[in-house]
């Protein structure tokens, strides 16, 4: 029609190709005022290039997506040339941008991890070895609509799930604060602490082995479990090639018994173990004498709840 595309409620997108233009101008700009050594570059990788297709005859690859694509791309590169540091952005169609950026909100919020099967081997497989995304995006990218009465009704189900969540898919943390009451520090250490040290390990590493859970206990990689039912119940065991291991029960209702390290643990309904090879980092969310416990420990510190 010859307008300009909607971009946000209160205004439009500018060309992809204007865009890349201007990234050459604004950022050593905005660097040489302020120094930064990072930057979040917001929707980019959020939604499809299709969507921001410019079919204007004038521009460059006019009616394709695969301007818009590169532009975008083009955008993260000069970013990172201008910042001298790492670039992420909003992540929901990061996919195609790992590399292009360094992460991105981990998030795929129209999946609904609460009822659909934890299948990481893609994320870890293929966008791992190219960038760190981090949390599962938000816990409210994670839970949708179930995120606020699940956080109010059963706060410790709503941040065990997301954090066993982060790990299994082998991501970063995301700092979770409670915004209502800034002064209480218990969900800043609950979403830090189990993540953190376990994370700088596995985040520098790449998956050897992806091994999920039957109902009698044996382990299947994707192929045969997607084959014999065992992916759905989200119950899985991650090798990296540094020999740290990440066990995670992402199943709502059964526990998962499961090896790591020589060692037997018992995982309850979203609990978890992680560990180095030589256990100098281990996070735990499970069993011990019948009680459930949460710690973890590093040479950077130790915490427990």
């Known amino acids: 029609s010859g307008q300009l595309q909607p971009g946000w409620n209160r205004c439009y997108a500018p060309k992809p190709t204007f865009a890349v233009e201007m990234n050459e ?3 050593p700009a905005v660097q040489r005022k302020f120094g930064f050594n990072t930057a979040y570059c917001d929707v980019h990788t959020a939604t499809t290039p299709w969507t921001h297709t410019d079919f204007d005859a004038r521009v460059p690859g006019a009616g394709t997506f695969a301007q818009a694509y590169y532009c975008y791309g083009e955008i993260m590169l000069l970013q990172k040339k201008a910042w001298g ?10 996919w195609l941008y ?3 950026v360094d992460g991105n909100y981990g998030q795929d919020s129209k ?8 299948l990481v081997d893609f994320d870890l497989r293929r966008l791992h070895p190219l960038c760190n995304n981090f949390g599962m995006g938000n816990t409210g990218m994670f839970y949708g609509a179930r995120e606020g009465k699940l956080r109010k009704e059963d706060p410790q189900t709503w941040i065990d799930r997301f954090t066993a969540a982060t790990l299994a898919f082998g991501h970063p943390g995301f700092l979770i604060l409670d915004r209502r009451h800034p002064e209480n520090l218990d969900v800043v250490r609950e979403s830090y602490f189990p993540v953190q040290a376990i994370a700088a390990r596995y985040c520098v590493a790449n998956a050897k082995e992806i091994l999920y859970a039957a109902a009698d206990g044996t382990l299947h990689p994707v192929s045969a479990a997607l084959a014999n039912g065992a992916a759905r119940r989200s119950q899985l065991k991650v090798t990296y090639d540094d020999g ?11 526990s998962f018994t499961v090896e790591v390290g020589g060692v037997s643990y018992v995982l309850p309904p979203n609990g978890w173990r ?11 969310n499970g069993l011990e004498d019948g009680r459930r416990v949460k710690y973890a420990k590093s ?7």
């Not at 609904?112 to 099967?117: A, H, L, Q, R, T």
């Not at 740290?244 to 059964?254: P, Q, S």
């Not at 992680?274 to 735990?284: R, Y």
Request: hydrophobic share 35%.
């Open 85 to 94: 540091g790492p670039v992420y952005s909003e992540g929901g169609c990061h």
């Open 25 to 27: 101008v604004i950022p």
């Open 111 to 118: 999946y609904g991890f609460w009822e659909n099967p934890w």
């Open 299 to 305: 040479p950077e510190y130790d915490w427990k709840k």
């Open 98 to 100: 790992c590399g292009l």
């Open 274 to 284: 992680a560990e180095t090879a030589d256990k100098s980092v281990v996070s735990f």
């Open 244 to 254: 740290t291991v990440v066990a995670v029960n992402g199943n709502l209702t059964e």
